[in-house]
C-alpha cells in the first residue's frame, strides 16, 4: 500500500521535516508566497543540497554522518514538495597539499610534491593520476557502497573548465569588501599576509598563500610576489583558487546552493562565509548546524587521539541500518559514539522499525526507521533481540554459527538464514562483538547467602516445567524466586543471575534467555555453579 505522507509532513517534527520546511521558504512567489524553486524560463528546478569533502584523507564516519543526515532532509523535501531535488559531493581537490600522511606508501615522493594542489600530487599507491583522484575513488566507492545517490564533483573541475570564472571575476570586483569581513577575523601577523586568492605558482605549481593586487577585475589579473619576482597572471581557469572561507561563499554562489549542514566546530566559518556570499550578490544556502560524536569518556572525538569510531568497526559488530538510526536522532545534542552504544542501537533499530507498521502516517514520520529506509521499511521481524543473541553467545563460548542457528531453531523452530537475513548478520556481528569485548571480561563467581538456596529452587521448579513452557512462565517463576527469596530487592536476584551463570554484571530477561538457552542447558549452568 502507498501511503501519502505530505500532509501529515506539513505538521510532522521530525528534524527532517524541519529542516525541509526551511526551504520551502526559501523562493517566493507573487505576493510573497513561498514557492517551487524556478529558472529564468519559469520551469521549476532542483533544489540544491551539498556535501563537502577534503581529499586528503580517507572517508570516514563523519562522512557517512553527513551525507546521511543531508539524504534524509532531502528526502523530506520531497515527500512535502514532490519537487525534483540534487545531490553534490563537493571535493576540495585543488587544495594544497600541506601535510604528507603518515598512512600511506612512497613518503618521500609524496613529500617534494607539498604544496602543490592535490590533483597535481602524485598517486603514492600507483593506481591513478593523482593523489586526490584516488581518494575521490575511495569516496565515490564509500558512497556507492551505501548506496547514496549524489553528483560528485571535483574542485579542480570546476576551476579549471571556467564555470567559477564568473564568480571568480565577482570576487576580484568585490574584493575590498571581502577583505572587510575577512582581516578582523584574523590574527595580526596573518592579516598581513592573508589574500582571498591563493594564485598557483608558474614556477613551482605551488598554491601560494601570498598578498594580492587587482590589476583588472574584468579580466581576472592579478599581481603578486613570487620567489622574488613580481608575477601577473590570469585566476581564471585554473590559474588560482580561493582560501576556503571565501571559497565557500564563491561554491554556493556559482552553484547555487540551498542547503548545506556542517559541524558545530564551523559554525563562526559558516557566518563568515554566508557574509561573503551576501556580498556577491547570493543568499547563504538553509542548513543544520550539528554536533559533534564524543567518546566513552564524554570527550571530542579526534582522529589525530584516535579516540574515535570508525565506520568498519561498527559494521563490524552492528548493521549499516543500526549505525544510520543511530545516527538520524538527536542531531543538535552530542552523543558518544562507541563500542559500548552499538548493543542497544542494533535492538532499537529492530524495534522501532517493528512499530512503524502499525503506526498512524503522523507517527511513522517519527520514527527513526522511516527516515533510515525512506518510508519503504521492511515488514519483516528477527524472533531474538541482540542483546539475548550476545548472552546466547556467551554462555556458548566458541560455538560456530551452525551451533548458534541449532539453538534459535530450538526457540524458534522455523529460524533459518534463508528466513531470517538480518538475523544471520547480526549472528556474525555478534560472535564478533563477544570475542573482542565480552569474552575477555567474563567472570562468573560463586553464589553466596541466599543466592545459593535460590539457585537451587530454580533447578527444582525449571525441572518440573512441562515440555511447551514458555517464556513468560519461565519469567513468572524468576519472578517468584527473586521475591519470595529472602533478597532485600528484585535487583539483587537478577544481578546474583547474570554474575552466577552468565559471568557479568548485567544480562536479558531471564525468562526469554533461558527458553532460547534451553530449560535443561541451564540446569547445566545452575549445576556448574552450585558445585
Same mark, same amino acid.
Given at each position: 500500500?502507498?501511503?501519502?505522507?505530505?500532509?501529515?509532513?506539513?505538521?510532522?517534527?521530525?528534524?527532517?521535516?524541519?529542516?525541509?520546511?526551511?526551504?520551502?521558504?526559501?523562493?517566493?512567489?507573487?505576493?510573497?508566497?513561498?514557492?517551487?524553486?524556478?529558472?529564468?524560463?519559469?520551469?521549476?528546478q532542483?533544489?540544491?543540497?551539498?556535501?563537502?569533502?577534503?581529499?586528503?584523507?580517507?572517508?570516514?564516519?563523519?562522512?557517512?554522518?553527513?551525507?546521511?543526515?543531508?539524504?534524509?532532509?532531502?528526502?523530506?523535501?520531497?515527500?512535502?514538495?514532490?519537487?525534483?531535488?540534487?545531490?553534490?559531493?563537493?571535493?576540495?581537490d585543488? $587544495?594544497?597539499?600541506?601535510?604528507?600522511?603518515?598512512?600511506?606508501?612512497?613518503?618521500?615522493?609524496?613529500?617534494?610534491?607539498?604544496?602543490?594542489?592535490?590533483?597535481?600530487?602524485? $598517486?603514492?599507491?600507483?593506481?591513478?593520476?593523482?593523489?586526490?583522484?584516488?581518494?575521490?575513488?575511495?569516496?565515490?566507492?564509500?558512497?556507492?557502497?551505501?548506496?547514496?545517490?549524489?553528483?560528485?564533483?571535483?574542485s579542480?573541475?570546476?576551476?579549471?573548465?571556467?564555470?567559477?570564472?564568473?564568480?571568480?571575476?565577482?570576487?576580484?570586483?568585490?574584493? $575590498?569588501?571581502?577583505?572587510?569581513?575577512?582581516?578582523?577575523?584574523?590574527?595580526?601577523?596573518?592579516?598581513?599576509?592573508?589574500?582571498?586568492?591563493?594564485?598557483?605558482?608558474?614556477?613551482?605549481g605551488h598554491?601560494?598563500?601570498?598578498?594580492?593586487?587587482?590589476?583588472?577585475?574584468?579580466?581576472?589579473?592579478?599581481?603578486?610576489?613570487?620567489?622574488?619576482d613580481?608575477?601577473?597572471?590570469?585566476?581564471?581557469?585554473?590559474?588560482?583558487?580561493?582560501q576556503?572561507?571565501?571559497?565557500?561563499?564563491?561554491?554556493?554562489?556559482?552553484?547555487?546552493?540551498?542547503?548545506?549542514?556542517?559541524?558545530?566546530?564551523?559554525?563562526?566559518?559558516?557566518?563568515?562565509?554566508?557574509?561573503?556570499?551576501?556580498?556577491?550578490?547570493?543568499?547563504?544556502?538553509?542548513?543544520?548546524?550539528?554536533?559533534?560524536?564524543?567518546?566513552?569518556?564524554?570527550?571530542?572525538?579526534?582522529?589525530?587521539?584516535?579516540?574515535?569510531?570508525?565506520?568498519?568497526?561498527?559494521?563490524?559488530?552492528?548493521?549499516?541500518?543500526?549505525?544510520?538510526?543511530?545516527?538520524?536522532?538527536?542531531?543538535?545534542?552530542?552523543?558518544?559514539?562507541?563500542?559500548?552504544?552499538i548493543?542497544?542501537?542494533?535492538?532499537?533499530?529492530?524495534?522501532?522499525?517493528?512499530?512503524?507498521?502499525?503506526?498512524?502516517?503522523?507517527?511513522?514520520?517519527?520514527?527513526?526507521?522511516?527516515?533510515?529506509?525512506?518510508?519503504d521499511?521492511?515488514?519483516?521481524?528477527?524472533?531474538?533481540?541482540?542483546?539475548?543473541?550476545?548472552?546466547?553467545?556467551?554462555?556458548?563460548?566458541?560455538?560456530?554459527?551452525?551451533?548458534?542457528?541449532?539453538?534459535?531453531?530450538?526457540?524458534?523452530?522455523?529460524?533459518?538464514?534463508?528466513?531470517?537475513?538480518?538475523?544471520?548478520?547480526?549472528?556474525?556481528?555478534?560472535?564478533?562483538?563477544?570475542?573482542?569485548?565480552?569474552?575477555?571480561?567474563?567472570?562468573?563467581?560463586?553464589?553466596?547467602?541466599?543466592?545459593?538456596?535460590?539457585?537451587?529452587?530454580?533447578?527444582?521448579?525449571?525441572?518440573?516445567l512441562?515440555?511447551?513452557?514458555?517464556?513468560e512462565d519461565?519469567?513468572?517463576?524468576?519472578?517468584?524466586?527473586?521475591?519470595?527469596?529472602?533478597?532485600?530487592?528484585?535487583?539483587?536476584?537478577?544481578?546474583?543471575?547474570?554474575?552466577?551463570?552468565?559471568?557479568?554484571?548485567?544480562?536479558?530477561?531471564?525468562?526469554?534467555?533461558?527458553?532460547?538457552?534451553?530449560?535443561?542447558?541451564?540446569?547445566?549452568l545452575?549445576?556448574?555453579?552450585?558445585?
Amino acid at each position: 500500500m502507498v501511503t501519502d505522507y505530505r500532509e501529515a509532513a506539513q505538521q510532522s517534527k521530525a528534524w527532517p521535516f524541519e529542516e525541509a520546511r526551511k526551504l520551502l521558504k526559501r523562493y517566493r512567489g507573487e505576493r510573497g508566497a513561498p514557492a517551487p524553486k524556478t529558472g529564468p524560463d519559469g520551469e521549476i528546478q532542483p533544489m540544491l543540497f551539498e556535501t563537502g569533502y577534503g581529499p586528503s584523507g580517507l572517508p570516514h564516519i563523519g562522512t557517512f554522518n553527513e551525507v546521511l543526515r543531508t539524504t534524509m532532509v532531502r528526502h523530506a523535501y520531497e515527500t512535502l514538495t514532490g519537487n525534483p531535488t540534487r545531490l553534490i559531493a563537493f571535493s576540495d581537490d585543488m $587544495d594544497g597539499f600541506r601535510k604528507v600522511p603518515t598512512n600511506v606508501p612512497n613518503q618521500d615522493m609524496l613529500a617534494e610534491h607539498l604544496h602543490k594542489p592535490l590533483t597535481k600530487v602524485p $598517486d603514492p599507491f600507483g593506481k591513478y593520476e593523482s593523489f586526490a583522484a584516488h581518494n575521490n575513488a575511495m569516496l565515490r566507492e564509500f558512497l556507492d557502497r551505501f548506496g547514496f545517490d549524489y553528483e560528485f564533483m571535483s574542485s579542480t573541475d570546476q576551476y579549471t573548465s571556467g564555470l567559477f570564472d564568473p564568480t571568480l571575476k565577482l570576487v576580484l570586483q568585490r574584493y $575590498d569588501q571581502i577583505m572587510d569581513i575577512m582581516l578582523p577575523t584574523l590574527g595580526k601577523e596573518r592579516q598581513a599576509t592573508y589574500s582571498p586568492v591563493l594564485p598557483i605558482s608558474p614556477k613551482t605549481g605551488h598554491v601560494l598563500q601570498v598578498p594580492v593586487e587587482v590589476i583588472d577585475a574584468e579580466a581576472g589579473i592579478v599581481r603578486f610576489e613570487d620567489d622574488g619576482d613580481m608575477i601577473e597572471q590570469n585566476i581564471l581557469s585554473g590559474g588560482a583558487k580561493l582560501q576556503w572561507k571565501v571559497d565557500w561563499a564563491m561554491r554556493w554562489t556559482a552553484l547555487g546552493v540551498d542547503y548545506e549542514m556542517y559541524g558545530k566546530d564551523l559554525t563562526d566559518s559558516g557566518i563568515v562565509s554566508g557574509k561573503i556570499a551576501k556580498v556577491l550578490g547570493a543568499r547563504k544556502p538553509e542548513g543544520l548546524i550539528y554536533e559533534l560524536f564524543l567518546d566513552a569518556k564524554g570527550e571530542k572525538i579526534s582522529k589525530s587521539k584516535g579516540n574515535g569510531l570508525s565506520i568498519e568497526e561498527w559494521l563490524r559488530y552492528g548493521s549499516e541500518n543500526s549505525l544510520a538510526f543511530y545516527i538520524f536522532r538527536e542531531p543538535k545534542s552530542a552523543k558518544q559514539l562507541h563500542m559500548g552504544v552499538i548493543p542497544k542501537a542494533v535492538d532499537e533499530y529492530f524495534q522501532f522499525r517493528a512499530n512503524w507498521h502499525d503506526q498512524t502516517p503522523e507517527k511513522r514520520l517519527g520514527n527513526a526507521v522511516h527516515h533510515v529506509h525512506n518510508g519503504d521499511v521492511p515488514a519483516d521481524t528477527i524472533p531474538v533481540t541482540f542483546g539475548l543473541l550476545l548472552n546466547l553467545v556467551g554462555v556458548m563460548g566458541d560455538a560456530d554459527r551452525d551451533q548458534i542457528w541449532g539453538y534459535l531453531r530450538q526457540y524458534a523452530p522455523d529460524a533459518t538464514a534463508e528466513k531470517y537475513p538480518d538475523l544471520d548478520e547480526l549472528i556474525g556481528n555478534a560472535m564478533a562483538y563477544h570475542k573482542d569485548f565480552i569474552a575477555p571480561t567474563l567472570s562468573r563467581r560463586k553464589p553466596e547467602g541466599v543466592e545459593v538456596a535460590a539457585l537451587e529452587r530454580l533447578d527444582r521448579e525449571l525441572g518440573a516445567l512441562p515440555d511447551e513452557a514458555q517464556a513468560e512462565d519461565i519469567q513468572t517463576i524468576v519472578y517468584s524466586i527473586g521475591k519470595e527469596g529472602g533478597f532485600d530487592n528484585l535487583r539483587d536476584w537478577f544481578k546474583a543471575l547474570y554474575e552466577t551463570l552468565l559471568g557479568s554484571s548485567q544480562g536479558p530477561r531471564m525468562g526469554s534467555f533461558i527458553a532460547l538457552y534451553g530449560v535443561e542447558n541451564t540446569r547445566k549452568l545452575i549445576a556448574e555453579a552450585l558445585a
